[in-house]
């Protein structure tokens, strides 16, 4: 038929920097996702509503990276450091657009592996796996206004600023604006 899209798996993806590794999560990741995940300042930014509870880390590392996966929307990653093979940060994929081949990262770290720049060599690394080898032609961050160290991981990463989303997001107190941050395929040249 013709306008329709077919959903697509979203790719298994895992990729290495010199400090790090990006793979998907697993079963035996849980202890340290509900650790990241349980970090207030994590919390604080995290792009839910309030309403909507804590991140169960079993079920993030199970079923809904399964479920996401399968449906095409996204994917959940561990960030794990090479240097102790601990894992230090999750990214994820969402808003998937198939036909327009765009996808949106989101990102915490733990409070140990902040102020490194793992996040920023991880999000890049991660950017440039679904560009390259996926055919994703933008990738894309939004931050809360005043979340200056996701914003320095969005500059670091290579993102261009776009602008700014009003009322397009959750953050902890709420509705927030969001800062919009892309990385496309001619970033790569």
Known sequence: MTGEVAVRRFPTLTVSTPRAHVRPLLAYDIAAVAEIFGD??????????????????????TEMAKERRDSGNGDHYG????????????L?????????????????????????GLAAESVL????????????????????????????VAEKAGFSYEGLLRNAGY???GRVDLESWSFVAADLR
């Open 125 to 152: 690394a991660l950017a440039i796996a679904l560009i390259l080898e996926h055919g994703f032609q933008r990738i894309e961050l939004r931050v809360a206004p005043g979340n200056v160290a996701s914003r320095r």
């Open 79 to 90: 960030v794990v450091r090479r240097e102790d093979d601990q894992l230090v940060g999750a």
């Open 92 to 116: 994820w994929t969402k808003r998937t657009d198939w036909s327009g081949k765009v996808t949106e990262i989101c990102y915490a770290v733990a409070p140990q592996a902040r102020g490194f």
């Open 171 to 173: 953050a902890q107190g």
């Open 40 to 61: 207030k300042l994590t919390q604080r930014w995290l792009p839910l509503p309030e309403s909507s509870g804590p991140i169960n880390a079993t079920a993030w590392c």
